[in-house]
């Protein structure tokens, strides 16, 4: 995920998550996360591989937000940040519509920049796109339907649909509606916790299928 926002303030705060991306599920969110916590305890949803980031400043999470990580950098510097999901599209449907029926997530970027008293609570941009992970197997499959699917219906019926990337874009969007409210918890007298990575990660070289995500 590369970062390049210029001209702006030189210090920025970038907030990360992955969220529901269905409605319905965005309602049950807070249940389907505490469920997935207590079946999977002491990991995290959401992950910043810190050695293949570059130029991000103080990476952190908060042990309540198992979906969201944050990091400052600066907007004079190119910076790139490598995050790792550690759960499937598949965790979150009924076992009688496993397969290849995983739930979309979304991916989501906030970025503020600074006041004058150094908080960062202006937001400049806002950027998400859709994915659905699944192990490398459940991936393969995936993508083979999707494209025999594909190509099965008519040139009119294909442009209906987005072209395919190599890399996943993220398209301009609105702020997540608790994006400021984690921002300026960030900037509390109180400080975020130091980022930790899950005891067990699911890389996405191991056991996720890989996806590399660009603006």
């Known amino acids: ?3 390049s ?31 997935w916590r207590w079946n999977r305890p002491g ?29 400052l950098w600066d907007a004079l510097k190119n910076a790139s940040v490598s995050i790792q999901v550690n759960c499937i599209s598949t965790e979150f449907t009924p076992r009688k519509h496993g397969g290849e029926k995983g739930v979309p997530f979304r991916i989501q970027v906030d970025t503020f920049s600074s006041n004058e008293h150094g908080e960062h ?15 490398p197997k459940g991936a393969d499959r995936k993508l083979k ?49 130091i980022y930790h990575s899950s005891p067990t990660p699911c890389s996405f070289t191991e056991d996720l299928h890989p996806h590399h995500v660009s603006p």
């Open 1 to 3: 995920m590369l970062f």
């Open 5 to 35: 926002l210029k001209p702006s303030p030189a210090s920025l705060q970038s907030i990360v998550r992955i969220v529901f991306h269905d409605r319905r599920l965005q309602y049950m969110e807070h249940q389907q996360l505490e469920g």
């Open 43 to 71: 990991d995290r949803i959401l992950d910043i591989d810190v050695p293949l980031s570059v130029g991000i400043i103080e990476p952190r999470s908060d042990p309540l937000h198992l979906n969201t990580i944050e990091f």
């Open 121 to 135: 609570v202006e937001q400049v941009h806002s950027s998400s796109c859709q994915v659905k992970v699944f192990k």
């Open 145 to 193: 339907t999707d494209r025999e699917k594909m190509e099965k219906k008519t040139p009119q019926d294909r442009e209906k649909y987005q072209p395919s990337h190599e890399t996943t874009l993220l398209r301009e969007c609105s702020p997540w509606p608790d994006a400021l409210n984690l921002s300026s918890h960030s900037n509390a007298s109180t400080p975020s916790p």
